[in-house]
């Protein structure tokens, strides 16, 4: 069961105060796991559980001088603890706390955004369900094409989001590892039982080869998850911004009392939150390359990827958490304006429904060349004249010659493009 997080909680998991606090959760357990190993008296044990603590500024403060953040962290737990704090940190080396923590860290970040992608589907699914048989147009190179309905829409973001729950799921326990090998990851100074301890205690897998590091195709993989959810997000978003439209005002983002839309135009209701979406997911694709940039490190390891991910990973995981939650929002409330769909599903006074005509002519044992000739020159003229497409049909004496006007009237039937909606909902699982 995926536990409940705000915004808040998020911007928590990337905290110094949150960081050091695992940092310290590791350095216990793996000093517990020393013991068990015969390593470390369990009185020391006892006395660093009791006394180990750590002041947030303190470490800061240290750090500015000796310029290295596990060493400031260690020099400040130690202060609280006394001799037995030699038992801390033994055999290991920055990173196995370093990127473990990060992992413990990533991990619950994901766990949010996992939470966040499944009040997202619930929502769609709630739409595509209560706009299943609304009739509309749709487009093709933005162009009006045929009917589909407002539901397929909604269903079809719907199978998306549970593609991009797979993928995270996938990235998530991609993540989930943790690694406490020493130096250059050859256990020299440690034994693999504490790596082992330390990272079923904390949730995590243990990796099967490092080099003091975890391999960053890791964090890759993570961020390019990320990305992949942003960029749906901002699909979705685009769509809603052209439906948003004023010659089209088919969808609008909610406006809430009091809310104004220009500083120069009292008129303006703009979808400034689909377009506030649209920004974010070009910086998160940004950081995903980031991302792949630090997979090449410097034979076991450097440290040009640690200042990256300070940015990227808290950036990213927290705009992608806060883009979900408005994107469900806007989903929510958003406004359907019924009129101008039927409006606009007619504005072209039924040239949507050429390819039926097209189909009729040719089940008439019509050639298909000659069948499309006649239908795109009715079609044309309707474009050209601004003439009604069915009056043109009806009186045209080619078309006559092999559809009755009962034929005819089936050919504009809009109920026919919803006929295989129940089909489709049903294969994606609403």
């Not at 706390?97 to 860290?105: F, K, Y």
């Not at 440690?190 to 330390?198: A, C, D, L, Q, T």
Request: hydrophobic fraction near 40%; charged fraction near 30%.
């Amino acid at each position: 069961m995926i536990p409940r997080y705000s915004r808040k909680v998020m911007t928590d998991i990337w905290s110094d105060e949150n960081k050091f606090r695992i940092w310290l959760k590791i350095e216990i357990l793996a000093t517990e796991a020393q013991v068990k190993l015969g390593n470390v008296p369990i009185k020391a044990l006892k006395n660093i559980k009791r006394n180990a603590k750590f002041n947030t500024k303190r470490i800061l403060k240290i750090e500015e001088k000796v310029k290295h953040d596990v060493i400031a962290f260690l020099t400040n737990v130690n202060e609280h603890i006394g001799i037995d704090s030699r038992f801390i940190h033994m055999g290991m080396t920055s990173s196995d706390i370093i990127d473990t923590g990060l992992s413990v860290q990533m991990k619950e970040a994901g766990e949010i955004i996992l939470s966040d992608l499944i009040d997202l589907r619930n929502q769609l699914k709630e739409k595509a369900k209560k706009y299943k048989y609304l009739t509309m147009i749709g487009r093709t190179h933005g162009v009006h094409a045929e009917p589909i309905t407002l539901g397929l829409k909604f269903a079809l973001w719907f199978d998306e989001i549970n593609r991009n729950i797979e993928r995270w799921k996938r990235a998530i326990e991609t993540i989930s590892v943790g690694q406490i090998s020493g130096a250059v990851g050859t256990y020299e100074h440690i034994s693999p039982e504490v790596e082992k301890f330390v990272c079923k205690m904390l949730g995590l897998k243990t990796t099967k080869i490092s080099t003091q590091i975890l391999q960053r195709d890791r964090h890759a993989e993570y961020m390019a998850t990320l990305a992949l959810i942003a960029s749906s997000i901002e699909k979705f978003a685009t769509e809603i911004r052209h439906l948003q439209k004023t010659e089209t005002l088919e969808l609008e983002e909610a406006f809430t009392k009091g809310q104004k839309g220009s500083s120069a135009m009292p008129h303006k209701k703009n979808p400034i939150a689909c377009e506030r979406l649209s920004g974010m997911a070009r910086i998160i694709r940004g950081n995903t390359l980031a991302a792949f940039e630090n997979i090449a490190l410097w034979h076991e390891r450097d440290i040009s990827h640690s200042s990256v991910e300070r940015v990227i990973l808290p950036d990213s995981t927290v705009l992608v958490d806060y883009a979900l939650n408005q994107f469900t929002n806007i989903v929510k409330n958003i406004v359907v304006n019924k009129d101008n769909i039927k409006r606009n599903l007619e504005l072209t006074t039924g040239l949507v429904f050429s390819q039926t005509l097209l189909l009729k002519l040719i089940d008439k044992k019509m050639r298909r060349e000659d069948a499309y000739k006649i239908v795109q020159n009715v079609a044309m003229k309707s474009w050209k004249n601004r003439e009604n497409f069915r009056d043109l049909v009806s009186n045209d004496k080619e078309v006559s010659k092999y559809l009755t006007a009962k034929e005819l009237e089936s050919v504009f039937d809009y109920t026919k493009s919803s006929k295989n909606v129940d089909y489709i909902f049903k294969r994606v699982g609403i």
